[in-house]
């Protein structure tokens, strides 16, 4: 599959899945929620080809980074209606980063190499 296929429809995924939300917060969080991107994702990963290996660590290792982001999600509403849209974004990333490193740490304990 040539790979401005593969950009055009990923990119139509992201301006769809924003028009959505501009119309309607809820639907339009209830689309991102879903793991559309992951999903082709899988599936350009199965058409090209690649190892079955491959795509299940994709999958494996995108559950578990999945994780750390959503305390993201609960605090960023909170923090953007105190200190407005760009604090609350690079606190939440912060924040990300900080909740991947100890999810890291404490894989690794359970014999889970996430890095």
Do not use: N, Q
């Amino acid at each position: 599959m040539p790979l401005f296929v593969k950009y055009l429809i990923t990119a139509l995924l992201v301006v769809v899945v924003s028009e959505i939300a501009r119309h309607s917060g809820r639907l339009g969080a209830l689309v991102a929620a879903l793991p559309l991107v992951t999903v082709l994702t899988l599936i350009w990963l199965h058409v090209e080809g690649a190892p079955s290996a491959r795509i299940v660590d994709h999958a494996w290792y995108t559950f578990w980074y999945v994780l750390p982001t959503l305390p993201m999600f609960l605090l960023f509403p909170v923090m953007m209606a105190r200190w407005g849209f760009w604090p609350a974004l690079s606190c939440s990333a912060l924040l990300t980063l900080v909740c991947f490193l100890v999810l890291v740490v404490t894989m690794k304990r359970f014999g889970i190499d996430l890095l």
